[in-house]
């Protein structure tokens, strides 16, 4: 089937329940990664264009257990043509998510390894994606959700959250300290975790995106994809799905993945930057919410993964995350949060130096706008009487 | 290929531009339906689970224009078994459209009639998914996108009109008051509509979700469809696509399609229930905003189908409303907007009297809870502070 080793030390390890880090390493240094026999699989150009992420069983750690599964994944590839300066453009829309989030990918793994070991209590600390995503899918299940967020998590999130029934615990500290404080209580009362970077088989799930994009663009592979960045688990599950691809003979290149960060929350950009990777832990601010984040779960994963990838970080500020938002929508119709648009404000921010018109580019979506339009300036709507607006349009009311 | 007839007078019109009504009957009861020369059309169950609305082709009356064309519909049709006291709940799931609402499907017929038509400006009146799926869909091609909507449009729906970069004309007055206005500008000004009722190509888009509802069910005919209902279009829809599925010889019954109002708003409900069928102005109250209408404007139109249907329209409360999208949210993972949990509501209203529980029960959720999140109560939850959080579960801070 498979094994896990460690991402520092490569310590093999059984894949037990319970088992989540290297015993040797600490928790950053000591993630997992799930090691497949390549040698021994046999895997065709048999995929769907249209079908969900349990199409590709034979490269999951996991079974399906939940009528979901089929519809999480699958999310279009939209294709534009002459757009931004580029010849074609891919879009990876996952703003279209069962839960209007790329982390639906990972929560539906971590729920059916769950159901498999026979656990009846999940958690995970989030910014809001994941939990939201975790709260939703998980609702049909016998197995109880607890969900600890940043106080200030956007409001749509929370609607989520709370409309699915979780046990919700909304704390006044950062991110990076409500992920800790979940884990203390976590895996004390030994719940199955969903936090990125502990739980090695989210990966599993997030790379299924990498998957889709090569067999939706028929085995056609982009020169760059942009995605960004956070804890560094989505990048680094990009990273590991081209590659499995190209290991198994369906691809004969990868693209290289570019991160994108905002300016006051890169921490893995600033690592990446330096070997051998130091993690360092910073404070984080910016409007794109769900990748503020100082102190990357995942961090030498990611810069171990996107060294092997070729591909590299930037950073955009938040006034040019805003203005992709718009010029997002306004070209394709996509309205993303601001964790998505950065992929474009990265496209921009690259073009005329390495990316060029012809070379082909993926932005990846990974959160629908719906679910924080505090990015939206609201206020600066002017609004009409009924007289008014026929006034304008110079036609006298009947 | 097709022609247009007045649902009334059954006057025959050819498919011109311009064409919108009935030149002989009032605007309410001179709409327009599209029919096809089914006696002399070979439609197999040649379709796909998983593809969009343009699979159904030979059964629209326009083409494919857009790159958005192939993502919009294809919605996945969930199945629960054992929940509500249901033995099997299908939930026909368009909260993850594009634009998170059934409305994609007339928005993109109605952008791909206007590019075949050569017109330059597209408008329309609406609660706020019709505008808002007008202006994401649009937001790509060449055509200019002007929209009528109510002042208290919920802010996410005004967010994604905004983000589109749609000319947008919020109006201190009713659904029903808008709607009026919109047409006197629009016409006046000769742009291609996107209103309810008007436009007889809209309900062709609407009737793609019956055709998806059988093909996604491997042509196994639910005993019901709940829907809720407006203007009375995408009831009309679904009436008519399973009418033609049923025409076609694909099925050989058609679902009871049950029509869920808000108690407030049910105008419809009070013309359905005496014939002959006589128009009716009200206002409307309810929080479902999509179904908001006191004065519907495929009132006949809806009338006349859901009497062929057999089926019939129903009033719930706000209360009952909102109590349905918790309910639908914690048993099956999808967040609804009142418009769409009605359906769930009205379920719950007819059990035990005339659905048992092996009928076999599909709801179509035509919005996302993201769409309209103030039916959630965020307020009441309770936030924490660190040491509250490990107070709580007995564990002393670190």
């Known amino acids: 089937m498979y094994h896990l080793t460690c991402i520092t030390c490569k310590t093999v390890y059984k894949p037990e329940p319970g088992r989540y880090l290297c015993d040797h390493c600490d928790a950053l240094h000591g993630t997992l990664e799930v090691i497949y026999p390549y040698e021994n699989m046999i895997v065709n150009k048999e995929f769907s264009k249209s079908l969900g992420m349990f199409q590709f069983q034979k490269l999951l750690p996991v079974s399906s257990h939940t009528p979901l599964d089929d519809y999480i994944g699958g999310t279009p590839l939209l294709r ?61 299940t016998d197995i109880k959700t607890t969900i600890f967020v940043p106080k200030k998590i956007p409001e749509a999130k929370l609607a989520q959250l709370m409309v699915a029934g979780a046990e919700i615990y909304p704390i006044d500290a950062s991110y990076d300290e409500v992920f800790d404080i979940s884990l203390d209580i976590g895996l004390e009362k030994k719940w199955y ?40 688990t989505i990048i680094s599950g990009l990273c590991k799905g081209f590659d499995e691809f190209y290991t198994l003979g369906l691809i004969d290149k990868v693209p290289k993945v570019i991160g994108v960060q905002a300016e006051h929350a890169c921490t893995l950009k600033k690592v990446f930057e330096k070997k051998p990777y ?27 993964y996107l060294e092997k990838n070729g591909g590299k970080l930037i950073a955009v500020t938040d006034d040019q995350i ?25 496209l921009l921010k690259l073009q005329g130096n390495e990316i060029q018109p012809d070379d082909l580019v993926c932005l990846v979506i990974t959160g629908n706008g719906l ?3 505090s990015a939206v300036k609201l206020q600066s709507v002017k609004t009409y009487s009924k007289d008014e607006v026929y006034d304008y349009f110079e036609k006298r009311l009947k």
Do not use: W
């Open 80 to 140: 534009f043509d002459n757009v931004f300066n580029q010849n074609v453009l891919l879009v990876k829309n996952d703003g279209m998510n069962f839960s209007g989030s790329y982390k639906d990918r990972a929560s539906i793994i971590a729920i059916n390894k769950a159901i498999e070991e026979g656990n009846d209590h999940i958690f995970c600390a989030s910014t809001g994606n994941a939990a939201s995503s975790l709260a939703l899918l998980n609702a049909h």
């Open 193 to 232: 975790t969903r936090n990125s970077a502990v739980n090695p088989y989210l990966l599993e799930g997030k790379k299924t995106g990498a998957f889709e994009i090569i067999v939706q663009n028929d085995y056609v592979v982009p020169d760059y994809c942009f995605v960004g960045v956070g804890d560094g």
């Open 278 to 304: 130091i993690p360092i832990f910073e404070s984080s601010e910016t409007i794109a919410d769900s990748i503020s984040v100082g102190n990357p779960r995942d961090v030498i994963k990611a810069c171990h």
């Open 322 to 346: 805003l203005s992709a938002i718009e010029q997002l929508a306004q070209t394709t119709g996509v309205f993303s949060e601001p964790a998505g648009a950065v992929t474009l404000a990265g």
């Open 371 to 373: 679910k924080d339009i």
